[in-house]
């Protein structure tokens, strides 16, 4: 099992940018693929971003290509979520979340989750 802690969250301008980081403990972290999802105030929760395990590919959606990085340091048990140009379309409760497959875009296919920190973009 995994457990995950996210903070960074918080008040930023629009175009303004936030690096959230997400702890992970257990000393398998090297073995989970890692993901981003956001849900915003009546809306359903949705996938932001991934990052392999291993090779660390990535992959985003599309609301989010060229915007928003993720990365992993298997060192740190931390994987990152760099947002760049933010609007208040991504304000929103952001998730980290972990699964053994090689890659994942629905939240079913991930059964490891963090609390959530909210991110909230203001105009």
């Known amino acids: 099992q995994v457990q995950l802690v996210e903070s960074g969250g918080g008040l930023v301008r629009a175009g303004g940018p936030l690096r959230p980081p997400c702890a992970a403990s257990g000393r398998t972290f090297i073995t989970y693929t890692m993901g981003w999802f956001r849900q915003a105030p009546g809306k359903e929760r949705e996938f932001v971003a991934t990052?392999?395990?291993?090779?660390?590919?990535?992959y985003y959606a599309d609301s989010v290509k060229g915007r928003f990085t993720i990365s992993r340091d298997d060192a740190k048990n931390t994987v990152y979520l760099q947002m760049n140009s933010l609007t208040p379309e991504d304000t929103a409760v952001y998730y980290c979340?972990?699964?053994?497959?090689?890659?994942?875009?629905?939240?079913?296919?991930?059964?490891?989750w963090g609390q959530g920190t909210q991110v909230t973009v203001s105009s």
């Open positions: 990052i392999s395990w291993s090779v660390g590919n990535t």
């Open positions: 979340a972990a699964t053994r497959l090689r890659y994942g875009v629905q939240s079913s296919q991930y059964p490891y």
